[in-house]
């Protein structure tokens, strides 16, 4: 049974950073693509940074370039999402996903499109 557990989630002040874990276990592999998402209340989910099975190739969305840092350990299955200069529209709940399928990339952003989730963790960011 595959699991994804992230941590690192937490209350900060607005310019402040923290790190983002996630750990997959139960996969046969370790070459799957990951990626983090995150959701508001009322709105959808948003793929936030992807990360493809090699580690090689890496997606980011506009709002976070420049500040999050993606990276990941194959072989702890673990990927890590360093947030840095965080703003109060960084607030959501963050999840991590794992594409279910190894060496699959469906697009150009290598984020997992038929994934294991995590149950999120939550990043709140005061002004």
């Known amino acids: 049974q595959v699991q994804v557990v992230e941590s690192g989630g937490g209350l900060v002040q607005a310019g402040e950073s923290l790190r983002l874990s996630c750990r997959a276990s139960?996969?046969?592999?370790?070459?799957?693509?990951m990626g983090w998402f995150r959701q508001v209340p009322g709105k959808e989910r948003e793929a936030v940074s992807c990360?493809?099975?090699?580690?090689?190739?890496?997606y980011y969305a506009d709002s976070v370039k420049g500040r999050f840092t993606i990276s990941r350990d194959n072989a702890k299955n673990t990927i890590s999402l360093q947030m840095n200069s965080l703003k109060p529209d960084d607030t959501a709940m963050y999840y991590c996903?794992?594409?279910?399928?190894?060496?699959?990339?469906?697009?150009?952003?290598?984020?997992?499109?038929?994934?294991?989730w995590g149950q999120g963790t939550q990043v709140t960011v005061s002004s």
């Open positions: 990360i493809n099975w090699s580690g090689h190739n890496t």
């Open positions: 996903a794992v594409e279910k399928r190894s060496y699959y990339t469906s697009g150009r952003d290598y984020c997992p499109t038929d994934a294991y």
């Open positions: 139960g996969l046969n592999d370790d070459d799957h693509n």
